[in-house]
């Protein structure tokens, strides 16, 4: 056999495994697992004190080329990726050119093939430039290979665009991720509004600009029959929406939520960090409550991290003038790991589906299993490992992250893609 | 005397209550010097101030400049519309050039919320905020203070009503805060699109209506309504909101007999407050603007003395 991981805890909800076993891979692919293979494998791994899980996947990141090589390459964002325990990711459209063609998708994916050791799977853009206007070639980039749909960071406004954007993403089958932002409600603001903006004399965003485009969506959603998928939701009201368009009008709407969202309040801006500033902003500590209790219930379907880097000289500016976003690739494992996992609120099973098996459902990726016969694509992580959150030290261009200096235990051991270790300790 | 533990002065939120009386006592004393034949004191004498107004300003950076000049202190007069900013350089990079002129203090208006608190993490030198964005204006809330005290000889228990453009205005925070923190009983009124979300949690009792503000107030405080409001939807007009909230002699009646008048200027004649209020005898407008140069020496003083109080460079 090619590659076989020994004695790793495996943790696969698509197949109820929670066991200590080996997992033997041949041709890139798992042919076995077992309490214990008799075979001997070219590589043998000890994953003893290990844990085994399909390949986490980032459904939302910002890879930034073409046009912004200076924030982070495809390159660099795929060995963060890596680093941080993914094996694949989708990137947004918001590059410079936008990818709203088909050329841009395969210049995405070519250069993804040359220089990534990971998955990399485009989301397109829904209008053209993401103007919000005018259609993109949906069907001519789901033939180049988009996975979903999505104006990230420029969302639809006009909601007859959005209206047609859904019924014309059906012919593919595609999912549409909102970022939903109603730009008139948020106008201006750099913070979530409330008592913090108030006192720090920031311009607020009032929560109301993210709510009313979730239960818009969930209205043309139920119209349209289109999947939608609401990108980094960020208040209580937001995901009460979504629960109840899924849960009483059977619609089919999933959302995720990122780290910073679950780990941060809107009071962590009272330093006028700027790694603090993001769409959406930090919210109450009401919101972030709900959005911990959506973790662990499920309502939250998949955990990502809308990974966005800015070089410093981007972020190093007065607060109102840095731009959005935060990264977060090389820290949301860890996070979780710690946070959520170590203390008790979420089990082994449901990270695995945070990270694998919603995402890969959602996207329609035949990936997030230790199924035989699947790619051999696994995240191993060392859930007692301690240390300290350094970005000096990620493979990412930028550094934009507001948690440098956590104290962390638990986190990425090492990644595998189709049988090859990418990244180890 | 109590001593002044601060390297900058950002804003009023972290002062405390010793702070601000220092604050007072110290410029009380220091008016002295301003109706002198000779209006300078050698206390700065050697020592370098740099002004860096990012924002038009002509009556807190004049205020500033004397302070300093009665302090004796040579003077650097930085305006971003004469300098490297308007090639793209960025606070940072102006920040570090200044600071290798190493002077001691720098005093800093900006339209930008948290701009002195980005000088403050990377200067040694002590930092004033003179006005950042719509966050704090602490200097000229000390002054205010300043104002109603010599007026009133004591602040606890004095009601305040702050009335116009809350939301918009440094002034309405740093007054709230500083006058809740000295136990002033602080209303704030004005039209409920321009009262920040949560606005009482800093210590103000809010109205909509200026009646119920004004009602025993024994300090009206006025803020200018800027003619851009009724283009971004806060009000229908200037007209509308001058029946409203504007300050008219009749509605005098209500506040206090021995009340006054302050207003942090410039002055809206006929939007925000009449003009026979703005120049009866009730009005302390112009005691505001002497104090300001008191409150000025008086924080440069302070600040002065604590220059190694902080001797970091954090890299971020």
């Not at chain 1, 104006?151 to 012919?171: C, F, I, K």
């Not at chain 1, 695995?352 to 996207?363: E, G, T």
């Not at chain 2, 606070?91 to 701009?115: N, Q």
Request: aromatic share 6%; proline share 4%.
């Amino acid at each position: 056999m090619q590659l076989i991981l020994r004695q790793g805890r495996i943790v696969d909800p698509s197949q109820k495994l929670n066991k200590v076993a080996d997992v033997g891979i041949e041709e890139g692919r798992i042919v076995e697992i077992a309490a214990r293979i008799r075979k001997k494998g070219r590589k043998e791994i000890d994953a003893r004190g290990l844990t085994v899980f399909p390949g986490f996947i980032d459904m939302h990141v910002h890879l930034r080329e073409p046009g912004r090589e200076d924030s982070e390459t495809i390159e660099s964002g795929t060995n963060a990726a890596a680093r941080g325990g993914f094996t694949a990711v989708a990137c947004m459209p918001n590059t410079q050119p936008v990818n709203d063609s088909k050329a841009v998708t395969s210049f995405i994916l070519e250069k993804a093939s040359e220089v990534s050791k990971i998955a990399v799977y485009p989301v397109g853009a829904i209008t053209k430039g993401s103007e919000g206007k005018i259609l993109a070639e949906i069907g001519d980039m789901f033939r180049a290979g988009i996975v979903a749909v999505s104006d990230d960071g420029h969302p639809v406004q006009d909601s007859q665009v959005m209206r047609r954007a859904m019924e014309y993403s059906r012919l593919f089958d595609l999912p549409v991720i909102d970022h939903c932002e109603d730009r008139n409600l948020s106008a201006g603001g750099v913070m979530n509004e409330g008592y913090y903006s108030t006192l720090l004399g920031l311009r607020g965003i009032n929560p109301a600009a993210e709510e009313v485009q979730v239960v818009r969506d969930t209205i043309l959603a139920r119209q349209t029959g289109a999947h939608v998928h609401i990108a980094h939701i960020s208040t209580r009201r937001s995901l009460e929406a979504v629960v109840r368009a899924r849960k009483h009008d059977k619609i089919s709407v999933t959302c995720e939520a990122t780290p910073h969202h679950l780990l941060l309040t809107e009071a962590d801006v009272c330093s006028y960090d700027t790694n603090m500033k993001m769409y959406p902003p930090l919210r109450s500590r009401e919101d972030v409550d709900a959005l911990a209790q959506g973790i662990a219930s499920g309502d939250i379907d998949v955990i990502a991290t809308d990974h966005a880097p800015h070089n410093i000289n981007q972020k190093m500016l007065e607060f109102d003038r840095a731009p959005f976003g935060v990264i977060g690739l090389e820290t949301a494992v860890g996070l979780i790991c710690d946070r959520f996992v170590r203390t008790g609120i979420i089990t082994l099973e449901r990270m695995a589906q945070l990270f694998c098996s919603n995402p890969a459902r959602i996207l329609r990726l035949q990936r997030g299993t230790l199924a035989k016969g699947s790619w051999a694509d696994i995240t191993v992580l060392d859930m007692e490992r301690k240390y300290e959150v350094r970005p000096e030290e990620f493979a990412s261009r930028s550094r934009n992250t507001p948690f440098a200096g956590w104290k962390l235990r638990g986190g990425p051991a090492m990644t595998i893609v189709k049988g090859k270790v990418v990244w180890s300790l | 005397m109590a001593s002044f533990s601060h390297k900058d002065l950002l804003g009023i939120e972290p002062l405390s209550v010793e702070d601000v009386n220092l604050i007072l006592d110290t410029a009380a004393t220091l008016k002295e010097v301003s109706a002198r034949a000779v209006k300078k004191v050698p206390t700065l004498r050697g020592k370098t101030v740099i002004n860096l107004f990012f924002e038009a300003s002509t009556r807190t950076r004049s205020s500033f400049e004397l302070a300093e000049k009665r302090l004796s202190a040579d003077i650097l007069n930085f305006s971003a519309s004469t300098s490297s900013v308007t090639k793209g350089e960025t606070l940072l990079d102006t920040a570090y050039t200044l600071e290798s002129m190493a002077p001691d203090i720098i005093v800093i208006r900006h339209e930008s919320a948290g701009a002195p608190h980005l000088l403050s993490r990377v200067c040694h030198s002590n930092i004033i905020n003179a006005g950042d964005g719509m966050h704090e204006h602490p200097t000229q809330a000390l002054l205010d203070a300043l104002t109603i005290r010599t007026v009133k000889g004591h602040l606890d228990g004095l009601k305040l009503a702050i009335i116009g453009d809350i939301s918009h205005s440094r002034v309405a925070r740093s007054d709230t805060i500083l006058f809740n923190k000295m136990g002033m009983d602080v209303w704030v009124c004005g039209p409920p699109t321009l009262i920040p979300w949560d606005f009482h949690k800093l210590g103000a009792r809010i109205t909509a209506h200026i009646e119920e503000a004004l009602e025993g107030a024994d300090i009206v405080m006025m803020l200018r309504l800027q003619n851009e409001r009724q283009n971004e939807a806060f009000i229908p007009s200037t007209r509308e909101y001058y029946n409203l909230y504007g300050l008219r002699r009749e509605r005098m009646r209500l506040a206090k007999k021995d009340t006054i008048v302050m207003h942090p200027g410039p002055v809206n004649r006929g939007v925000e407050i009449d003009s026979d209020v703005a120049d009866a005898g009730y009005s302390v407008i112009l005691n505001q603007v002497a104090n300001g140069v008191a409150i000025r020496m008086a924080i440069l003083y302070l600040l002065s003395g604590n220059a190694g109080l902080r001797p970091k460079r954090t890299a971020r």
